[in-house]
């Protein structure tokens, strides 16, 4: 096992896209705003956004950051999670995980060596991984990329943890949603592990 001691704590900017990145429906700037609500009561936040891009050893990648807040009396959430993904493959190189619900307080740290088949979880030993792997925030850009169709059923096996596959994700519906940008077609999708 090798432990990540050269990698920087944070990427380099990159200024444009490489001429060879995949075609994606998303851009840096890209801000997505959502409410989180228990029945009628809002009762906190949560945002997902392209970031910029960055130089994650030697790879251009796209970088998001998905954030969640809110709760209730004597119950809060803050987290977030930040992913550092191929512009050409989508493949995570990297992933942050800092976790405070409640009580529970947890940060994780994932590098992924996809050129020797492997991740790292903070400083534990590396762990095989499957080919192109994915985290939680790439996989969402990632199913953003399909051409979705209604009462269709898609599988894939690229979650990072081998275990956790396959990723099964239903499109169950199109709904017409009203926020105050204006009224937009969406389509439901319920992933399965």
Do not use: C
Not at 16 to 28: G, I, K, R, W
Not at 56 to 84: A, C, K, M, Q
């Amino acid at each position: 096992a090798q432990a990540v001691t050269d990698t920087p704590p944070v990427a380099s900017p990159v200024r444009s896209l490489p001429a060879d990145a995949a075609p994606v429906p998303f851009s840096v700037g890209e801000r997505l705003e959502y409410d989180g609500r228990f029945g009628s009561i809002r009762v906190g936040s949560g945002s997902m956004e392209v970031d910029g891009l960055v130089d994650v050893r030697g790879v251009t990648t796209w970088h998001t950051v998905f954030r969640i807040t809110g709760g209730i009396p004597l119950y809060r959430v803050n987290d977030r999670y930040e992913s550092w993904f191929d512009v050409r493959t989508l493949s995570s190189r990297r992933f942050h995980q800092d976790i405070d619900e409640g009580s529970y307080e947890r940060k994780r740290r994932y590098e992924f060596f996809n050129e020797r088949g492997t991740y790292q979880e903070n400083d534990k030993p590396e762990q095989p991984t499957v080919e192109s792997p994915l985290d939680d925030g790439s996989f969402l850009y990632f199913v953003r990329t399909i051409p979705l169709e209604i009462g269709a059923e898609y599988t894939f096996s690229r979650y990072f943890n081998p275990a956790s596959n396959p990723v099964t994700i239903k499109v169950l519906r199109r709904e017409t949603v009203k926020v105050p940008a204006g009224t937009f077609t969406a389509m439901v999708l319920q992933p399965t592990f």
